[in-house]
């Protein structure tokens, strides 16, 4: 995430033309010179809001990172976030200031619990983990965070367990809090929710969940297509390091293999060291090389 977009001024730019023309146009058509003159007007006013609200946007950013992340926030990264503790030292700075402006721009709900600061900050840390390698990634697809207090049934209830998280097509991502929690306080088993539903909403292609990682191409896709028939193949045989939950479909597999690339990248990477490159060039980070340098293996 960065202060200004590079595309932002285009955009507002282009985005302003057009309304100016379109304002104009209408205005002419309807009422004549007078229309036209008075739809130009309306157009000018329409180009300066756009202008002004992304020109507020960049100014919000640049003052919210023109002072240092707050101590204790770094200090509760490096004691429960075991990602951003094998970063090198300088992602954690990307870190620190992609997570802040994920707290403060984005939607984080508590539904019969507080949305606590500590879970404000484990749901943005769960999705910087991913996004850390695309500096131009803003999470637009993200309408809201819901914080449940436990797991919960397909109806949404808390009758029955059996969701822990459940990510939509149209934005909103449901977390149970206490799953969060215990996801970071073991972050090599394999079992992450908060990266699991973040990585289904990253997919999301027309409000659909696509089953290949958008942006590979054509012989990208074609690759991760065989190797997922081959990796599910392993699944069913019992040979793989994947949670078997990632046999269901081809996006649940997409989604339980990000979370074994960020929780058990070395087991992932000796294992599967195809799909490991895959993830590795697709989400432009290294976790495995990252561990061996602070001394696991």
Known sequence: ?????????????????????????LGGLLFGEQGAVGGGLLGLWAAFALHRALGLRAERRRALLATPCPEPWREFLRERCDHYDRLPLELRGRFEDDLRLFVAEKRITGVGIEATEELKLL????????????????WDRLSEVLLYPQDFDRDYGF???ELSGQAHGWG???????????????PDDGYH????????????DQSRFAEIPLGLGAAGSREWADLVTAETDRIRRGKSVLDPYAGENPSEFLAVAVEAFFEMPLDLRARH???????????????????????FS
Do not use: K, N
């Not at 749901?123 to 803003?138: I, Q, R």
């Not at 195809?274 to 590795?280: D, H, K, N, Q, S």
């Open 159 to 161: 009758e029955m367990r």
């Open 123 to 138: 749901v943005a840390a769960s999705a910087v983990t991913l996004s850390l390698g695309w500096p131009d990634y803003e």
């Open 273 to 295: 060291r195809e799909l490991y490159e895959i993830l590795a060039g697709y989400f432009r980070q290294d976790p495995a090389a990252w561990d061996e340098t602070r001394g």
């Open 1 to 25: 995430m960065r202060t200004e977009l590079a595309g932002d001024r285009w955009f507002a730019g282009a985005a302003s033309a057009l309304a100016l023309v379109a304002a104009a146009g």
């Open 193 to 204: 929710v908060g990266i699991h539903e973040f990585a289904h909403l990253v997919q999301v």
């Open 172 to 186: 909103t991502v449901i977390l149970s809090a206490p799953a969060l929690i215990e996801s970071f306080a073991h």
